[in-house]
């Protein structure tokens, strides 16, 4: 099975700029996860989707938003970037039992490196 | 809000050596426990997992990890060490979801421990 992808891999943006990250999840998950991992601040949730619907938010402010389409495959959107943006930001997959339980593991992609200048 | 907490930020060992990296994790309810490692230039993989059941697990690669609920620890260890170990290794924990559902799909990370292993 291949594992999860995340496109681009690289990205340069300015300032007020924003952008668009993908991650395709491995093939029957359905549960989708974001994270952004910096030095500082090590790695931290954003949100997490499930059958196209956001379950749940981590700490970030309403510029950081993601959605999540019928084949599973997910979107996170960055607006008015900040130089503080810059994170390798980390997408995971999971089965997520139809019960909703929360008890399956995370299988994590390459991430996306996002650098704004 | 949970936290989890691991005691080294850079462990350097020769190889042989034995290994144990600690973790603690702050939460009152049932948790799912996980160890991650992230080898250079490498996404994150999972080493092994704590669910339900024996509180020792074992994961790839040789390492092990017992879970002590009455110290809320999850520790990582290996009996001997290789070159090849050389990464960075996070403890992360997934609450069973409450009521609210607050807890889908979100593991909360350890700091992180940089393992450098000497030949």
């Known amino acids: 099975k291949a594992g999860v992808t995340q496109t681009p891999r690289y990205l340069i943006k300015t300032r007020g700029q924003q952008v668009t990250l993908s991650c395709s999840p491995i093939?029957?998950?359905?549960?989708v996860s974001w994270y952004q991992q910096t030095p500082g601040q090590g790695l931290q949730f954003l949100f997490e989707?499930?059958?196209?619907?956001?379950?749940n938010k981590g700490n970030f402010p309403g510029r950081f938003s993601g959605r999540q389409f019928s084949n599973s495959r997910s979107e996170m959107n960055v607006s008015t970037l900040e130089l503080g943006d810059s994170a390798l930001y980390l997408c995971?997959?999971?089965?997520?039992?139809?019960?909703?339980?929360?008890?399956?593991?995370?299988?994590f992609g390459p991430g996306t490196r996002l650098t704004v200048l | 809000a949970q936290s989890v907490s691991q005691h080294n930020h850079h462990v350097i060992l020769s190889e042989a050596a034995s290994l144990e990296l600690g973790c603690n994790y702050s939460y009152g309810g049932t948790v799912n426990l996980f160890w991650y490692v992230q080898y250079p230039g490498q996404h994150l993989q999972l080493l092994l997992k704590?669910?339900?059941?024996?509180?020792l697990v074992k994961g790839i690669k040789g390492f092990e990890a017992e879970f002590i609920k009455s110290k809320f620890s999850f520790n990582l260890r290996k009996p001997s060490v290789q070159w090849s170990d050389t990464a960075e290794y996070f403890c992360a924990v997934n609450p069973r979801p409450n009521a609210g559902g607050t807890s889908y799909g979100k593991l909360t990370f350890g700091q992180g421990t940089i393992l450098t292993v000497h030949p």
């Open positions: 995971a997959s999971s089965l997520a039992r139809p019960s909703g339980r929360a008890s399956d593991t995370q299988y």
């Open positions: 093939s029957g998950h359905r549960s």
């Open positions: 704590y669910f339900s059941g024996d509180p």
């Open positions: 989707y499930f059958s196209e619907t956001q379950r």
